[in-house]
């Protein structure tokens, strides 16, 4: 019986859960997205404006013929705003929504940094920094190699209201 127990603790064990996260680089810092959300990474390049955009969403791309809205993440986090360099990348994610269809959203960043695999157990909760502070774009924080690495929640970010009007199923 107690060998029985000792093998399904070491079962359990093998089978913690292991996330993939892409991380990439925004204003000196790592953040994370669910590497299953991926569909591309692609190098700058120039987009097409629409008109009465919040400054953040800096036009589309027409992507294999699919319109795909692209959101400049400097510019969504109020961070310094820098000319883009030849490690600009531009990484197109799928996003899920409620009620609706999923649909194929881009951000810019400073560059793509790695593929991480995290156990779960490494995986923390947002921390609350009470009342005033939203951190609802903040999934948890992983500990990798003695570093943090803020994870994303994509699709509360890319979903939020102030992206309502991004939403190009409208053009």
Known sequence: MVEAAQN???DEVEKEEINEFL?????????GVDILRVQEIKGWDAVTAVPNMPEYVRGVINLRGTIVPVIDMRRRFDL??????????????RILTEGHADRTMSIV????????Q???SNLKASPDFG??????FVKGIATVDKKMIVLLNI???LNSKELSVADMDAI
Do not use: N, P, R
């Open 8 to 10: 399904l603790d070491q």
């Open 23 to 31: 991380t990439f680089m925004l204003h000196g810092e790592e953040y």
């Open 80 to 93: 310094e705003v820098l000319e883009y360099s030849e490690t600009t990348v531009v990484i197109v994610l």
């Open 109 to 116: 960043v400073d560059g793509v940094s790695d593929v991480y």
């Open 118 to 120: 995290v156990e779960a």
């Open 131 to 136: 009342g005033d502070i939203d951190t609802e």
């Open 155 to 157: 699709d509360h970010m």
